[in-house]
């Protein structure tokens, strides 16, 4: 006989949620942002930058990463003709080195696949080793330099580039990366086929 489901299990089954989340930044999501923001950079943007960015400027992606509701980390990338750019990454202050920023760099890879974009790059710190050695693990190289970028400090940028993201040696070690997280949201990576255009 099929027993009728008692209402207080459906409602425990309907508070669920994933552990990790990968969600898509939000107007209420910003006072979290810049939270975290000031937590982990010396120089955080400007107070309506991100209300800007979400409402005005079509180029920009911005994504956050919530751990059981919470956001521990957000960035966000402008594609640009084929090339999407980095413009920000950050992870809340004490959840360093949990693999945060590698979710949420994967899902920014995700999404330069999404928008058609051949080439990511960014911009860093010359002595973030920290930040550098994550993108370097997704396959990341220093190109070049800008002198004095940082104006706080007049610290250099390192200019950090993908090549292509359709190249297959690219696309496999994403794959790899991708199939280690288990984090709702990020997507199931991009086709294996070469773009043909
Ligand atoms: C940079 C930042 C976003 C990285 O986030 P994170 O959550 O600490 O990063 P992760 O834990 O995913 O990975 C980074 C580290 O783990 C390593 N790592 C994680 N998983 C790994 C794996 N499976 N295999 C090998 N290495 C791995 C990375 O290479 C890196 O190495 P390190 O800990 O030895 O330095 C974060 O530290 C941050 O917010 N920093 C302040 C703001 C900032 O500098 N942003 C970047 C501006 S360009």
Redesign the pocket.
């Known amino acids: 006989m099929k027993m009728p489901v008692p209402i207080n299990v459906f409602r425990v089954f309907m508070q669920v949620v994933p552990r990790l989340s990968v969600e898509p930044m939000r107007y209420e999501d910003i006072a979290a942002v810049q939270a975290i923001e000031r937590q982990?950079?010396a120089s955080p943007w400007p107070k309506n930058a991100y209300a800007s960015e979400l409402s005005q400027n079509r180029q920009a992606s911005y994504i956050v990463l919530r751990q059981e509701g919470q956001i521990v980390?957000y960035a966000g990338l402008w594609r640009v003709a084929l090339e999407a750019h980095v413009t920000?990454?950050?992870?809340r202050a004490g959840?360093?080195?949990?693999?945060?920023?590698?979710?949420?760099f994967a899902a920014l890879v995700q999404r330069a696949y999404a928008l058609g974009a051949r080439w990511i790059t960014?911009?860093?710190?010359d002595t973030?080793?920290?930040?550098i050695?994550?993108y370097?693990?997704f396959g990341f190289k220093a190109i070049g330099r800008r002198r004095g970028y940082y104006t706080d400090n007049g610290e250099d940028a390192v200019i950090m580039w993908s090549d292509s993201i359709h190249a297959p040696e690219f696309k496999r070690s994403f794959m790899a990366i991708l199939n280690?997280l288990d984090v709702a949201g990020v997507g199931g990576g991009p086709s294996m086929e070469y773009p043909s255009a």
């Not at 920000?88 to 992870?91: L, N, Y």
């Not at 959840?95 to 949420?104: A, F, P």
């Not at 960014?122 to 710190?125: D, F, G």
């Not at 973030?128 to 930040?131: E, K, R, S, V, Y």
Request: net charge neutral; aromatic share 6%; proline share 0%.
């Open positions: 982990v950079f980390g920000t990454i950050g992870v959840d360093h080195s949990k693999g945060y920023g590698t979710v949420l960014l911009e860093v710190r973030n080793d920290h930040a050695r994550l370097e693990r280690g």
